[in-house]
């Protein structure tokens, strides 16, 4: 989402952001607030509550980060910034990765300088997510342009375009805000090709005069796409998902899974530990514990090799993989024959849930596939693992 | 993305090519390289990479392009689910 080198893609549309509905319905939230009043349609197809919090990226200061120091414009003084990135900017964005202060990652919106720009300058327009400001800032070394941040409370470019709180409003907002018509004596923007979804381009011309260039999808690329007159090659607005990027998601999906982890795990645990032994039941554990990450890391990892094109399916087939492990590493040999076949339906189902949660980070499945194949996969998802738990319970008692 | 392909037939896109003026944006915006423009008109180069970003409707000057865009995650859908039904959790993001 975004004008990022690295993409943390729609992973934040998959954040659990909204803790109760009472937070998105509440006095003061944005507009966004589908979820807040069933059956209602909005123009702007929310796609949950937006932000989820009151977080928002405040006022600018000399607190900013990479402050270096003030510059006088006729609308006021902007900050300028610097692109080189500290220690503690990468520790930030290292955090952020494993959940860690990711909802708070956060610059304040408004209109920042890097180097010294003048009223001819060009004027990048970014998310207020702390990654994508650095990623910007640090590609524009040696450089004099403006850089006009949004309010997309913490999210990235693309996941706030999706919101459309990276949008027409916003961007509309924020130009009448910071005064853009008397900074700069020109009257176009350059957005990123992934804020597309949020930003419509012919309205923010009719409303503001602004034209809008869609540039990059990565900012990576924008060096080159300034120096080339501001021409976007093929390769420039081609989406990626390499595995590289797909790793790097990994960390904050299993942080995000952790609490399900930790309740289902429980309950199996001291489940088979009443049943039969406590060997038994970290034996189950185990099970439990390499089926999710089975689905939640591996199957990411290695998406393009698993066969399948339906996220439930590469997830089952990973899960079989893994209790094919487990068999012959476990002791499986020992098993009987109502505890093999429970974990050979338990195990793959339970994984290809967690494959298919994925689809909410991929840079390319589409919402109607997801819906397809949720509409035919939960249901013999929900049935294996019924069939297992009935199977294990006759297991038990014969 | 030639190595990464979601399932096919699905996309709810829709081009109404006798309104399209051609001016390009859709394939300015577009990530997967759906669209691309001969003879003053937009056509689809790529339907099946179409992810339903809603970026092409949303930027298409005369209104040419509709999809039903949205949320694809597993987890949201659950709860958009879950939220028309009436049902409780519903309420969680995706």
Known sequence: MKIQKIIPVKQSLNIRQIKNTEDCCSAGSLPTTACCTPGTTTTEKAPCCGPATEITGGVISDKVPGFIKWLDTPAGRVPQISTKLTVQDHFGACKARWAIGRMSYIVPPGLYAIGTPFADSPVLVTANYKMSYDLVRQEMAGRNLWLLVLETFGVNVWCAAGKSSFGTDELVSRINRTDLHNVVNHRQLILPILGAPGVSAHQTAKRTGFTVKYGTIRASDLPEYLDNGMHTTSSMREITFNTYERAILVPVEIVLTMKSIATFGFIIFIAAYLANSSTDALMAFLAYLGAVLTGVAVVPCLLPWIPGRSFAIKGMLAGLAWSSCLFYLGGGSSWNITTTTAALLALPAISAFYAMNFTGCTTYTSRSGVKKEMRLGIPAIGSALAAAFILLIIGRFT | ?94
């Open chain 2, 1 to 94: 993305m030639k190595n990464l392909r979601y399932l096919k037939d699905v996309a709810t896109l829709k081009l109404d090519q006798s309104i399209c003026i051609g001016c390009g944006r859709c394939v300015e915006v577009c990530p997967h390289q759906v669209f691309t423009v001969e003879s003053k008109k937009a056509l689809f180069n790529d339907f099946q990479a179409c992810m339903e970003c809603g970026a092409c409707a949303k930027n298409c000057p005369v209104d040419a392009i509709t999809v039903d865009a949205g949320v694809g995650c597993a987890s949201g859908m659950i709860n958009e689910w879950l939220r028309e039904r009436k049902l409780p959790g519903g309420g969680g993001c995706c």
